[in-house]
């Protein structure tokens, strides 16, 4: 299957680390992007090639995959991290899948 | 900087075509290894990806909407344009325009700010 899935929603407390998961058969073969979205804007990148952030995103974005696994980590989440996630990868057919999204809930 | 914008109608008639232009500023459609995207969001769901046109003009669609979707590009005004045919309620949606960098990284850098495309009568 090329679709990618990840959780509906999960929260996490300020200060705390989350970990944000993604599950597809795609992710054993092709790389994995991670995008982070807000009410009423366009998607922003935060992780590309698995585990390299773009200029400007702060370093307590993480990535990493195992297996058919990708995980976005955020590591001592801010309230300005509260948004929807979505992953996103290649498949072999060079169609490209993303993921359903997950809503992040700081509390 | 990149900057991309999306234009066209705001609301369309079912059956007939839906036609959006991105009109990008700070860097060629025809340079670097690009791929100028379309992906859409329909109202309170996720993202949907539409198919891309390249920097040497290749064009690739997403097997779900192949039948009723192209992309195409006009170098001289550097834009690149969607046109999706027969149109139904379901093809409501925020359309965004975006820039992949490479093909290998599914690496959207760039994107535009999304235009609401409603299909109704």
């Known amino acids: 299957s090329s679709e990618l899935t990840q959780d509906p929603a999960v929260s996490v407390a300020l200060g705390q680390t989350v970990r944000i998961t993604c599950q597809g058969d795609?992710?054993?073969?092709?790389?994995v992007s991670w995008y982070q979205q807000k009410p009423g804007q366009a998607p922003l990148l935060v992780i590309y090639?698995?585990?390299s952030r773009p200029s400007g995103i702060p370093d307590r974005f993480s990535g990493s995959t195992s297996g058919n696994t990708a995980s976005l980590t955020i590591t001592g989440a801010q309230a300005e991290d509260e948004a929807d996630y979505y992953c996103?990868?290649?498949?072999?057919?060079?169609?490209?899948?993303f993921g359903g999204g997950t809503k992040l809930t700081v509390l | 900087q990149v900057q991309l914008q999306e234009s066209g109608p705001g609301l369309v008639k079912p059956s007939q075509t839906l036609s959006l232009t991105c009109t990008v500023s700070?860097?060629?459609?025809?340079?670097?290894?690009?791929?100028w995207t379309w992906v859409r969001q329909p109202p309170g769901k996720g993202l949907e990806y539409i198919g891309y046109?390249?920097?040497?003009?290749?064009?690739y669609y997403n097997p779900s909407l192949k039948i009723r979707v192209s992309i195409s590009v006009d170098s001289s005004k550097n834009q690149f344009s969607l046109k999706v045919n027969s149109v139904t309620v379901a093809d409501t949606a925020v359309y965004f325009c975006?820039?992949?960098?490479?093909?290998?990284?599914?690496?959207?850098?760039?994107w535009g700010q999304g235009t609401l495309v409603t299909v109704s009568s």
């Open positions: 975006a820039r992949e960098v490479g093909y290998t990284f599914a690496k959207f850098d760039s």
């Open positions: 700070g860097v060629s459609v025809s340079s670097g290894d690009y791929y």
């Open positions: 046109i390249s920097y040497s003009g290749a064009t």
């Open positions: 795609s992710l054993r073969n092709y790389y």
């Open positions: 090639n698995e585990n």
């Open positions: 996103c990868s290649r498949d072999s057919s060079g169609n490209h899948q």
